[in-house]
């Protein structure tokens, strides 16, 4: 397979590895699968993973790290399931979508839709996407449950029966071969897959059945609430005098509204070398947060380091003049430069992926800073 014509999304992840541990990864994704090397440049694959039959599930709200923001998680026809953590809620919701996207193309027909289908034992006409989202609403939508069939268990799915009972229950429908019909073209457009409890592999089938044969979404959106990370007024009455007064330094930085949350190259001052961390950019006021690119966690959180950008003037590099020399290959490298306005203070020299984030990070910036940007 040729990877440079199937790329279709590349970045930086945290991938929850069998030691129970978090590890930055790069992923890259492609037409039918899914796979993780250890850095940017290598070309090794560490993991390789198939879309062929598998579903993503976001946001993932039984994740391993309590209170983790940004997780998603894919499982796979034989029910093992890998979970993935980006920088930010966004970012999360990229992955998730193009992932979704790859499985539907896989396990579905070519067509697509974004508009209404008729259906021909129903009379009106229906959103395809309105329908989705209310099949899938997690307080209304229809029950997924965990099922064992031959001593293997698979979990968030629904039986055909249950489906259909539910279109009719909210009159939707009003027969079940309408229902049937219905349930039939989302399956065709590859939203939904038959779970083969045989050999594992799941995929779309010819017909959907309206009886206890198991279905589940290919991209099942749970819908999740937003915790103290994104909301800096909220306090812990328990925390020290001590604790208390290094919140309020970071409640102050962590007022600002959200702009963009993603893992990027950062250079070390000492060293003199890249390594990996989640960058937080904020306006009102406008500060970029920065740390290692962990599991976020109060102790990620308590270490992140702010630079506030009306100290700073903002450089933006088209050329490798802060390469390590090891790797680049000639290798065009897109970086941010902050450098402090009195210099006195040290350069922070951020390097993002390709230059499509680069034209992102530097039209944001000069909204920010009112600052013509400087390009190298």
């Known amino acids: 397979m040729d990877n440079e014509n ?72 034989e029910g093992e399931e890998i979970y993935l953590q980006a920088a930010g809620r966004k970012d999360r919701e990229g992955w998730a979508h193009a992932i979704g996207a790859v499985i539907r193309s896989i396990s579905g027909s070519k067509q697509v839709s974004n508009g209404s289908v008729p259906f021909p034992a129903f009379r009106a006409k229906v959103n395809v996407s309105e329908i989705l989202g209310a099949i899938q609403d997690p307080d209304a939508g229809v029950m997924l449950a965990n099922h064992v069939r031959n001593g293997a268990v698979h979990k ?26 219905m349930v039939q073209t989302v399956l065709k457009l590859g939203h939904v897959q038959e779970v083969d409890i045989n ?22 959106n749970l819908g999740g609430k937003r915790n103290s990370y994104y909301d800096s007024t909220d306090s812990d009455s328990e925390s020290s005098d001590e604790e208390e007064e290094n919140a309020n330094v970071d409640v102050k930085h962590r007022k600002g509204k959200i702009l963009r949350e993603r893992f990027l190259l950062k250079r070390r001052h000492i060293a003199k070398d890249w390594r990996v961390v989640r960058v937080i950019l904020r306006e009102k006021p406008s500060t970029v947060e920065y740390g290692r690119a ?83």
Request: hydrophobic content about 35%; some cysteine.
């Open 6 to 77: 199937t790329t279709l999304k590349t970045g930086y992840l945290l991938k929850f590895e069998p030691n129970k541990r978090w590890k930055i990864r790069w992923l890259v994704l492609h037409e039918d699968q899914l796979t993780c090397h250890h850095r940017r440049d290598k070309t090794v694959i560490v993991t390789f993973i198939s879309l062929h039959g598998a579903s993503v599930i976001c946001p993932c709200l039984d994740d391993p790290v309590a209170d983790a923001q940004g997780v998603f998680k894919i499982v796979l026809p």
């Open 156 to 181: 968030n799915c629904f039986k055909g029966s249950d489906v259909v009972d539910w279109l009719i229950r909210w009159s939707i429908v009003r027969k079940r071969d309408a229902g049937s019909a």
């Open 199 to 220: 050999d594992g592999a799941a995929g779309a089938s010819a017909k959907f059945s309206d009886d206890d044969k198991l279905y589940r979404f290919t991209s099942l």
């Open 294 to 376: 962990i599991a976020q966690s109060i102790a990620s959180i308590s270490s992140a380091k702010f630079i506030d950008l009306e100290k700073y003037d903002v450089q933006m590099s088209r050329k490798d003049s802060f390469s390590s020399g090891s790797g680049s290959k000639g290798k065009v490298k897109k970086k941010i430069c902050l450098k402090d306005k009195t210099g006195k203070g040290r350069c922070h020299i951020f390097k993002v992926k390709d230059e499509e984030e680069w034209y992102e990070w530097n039209s944001i910036l000069q909204q920010l800073t009112g600052q013509k940007q400087v390009t190298l």
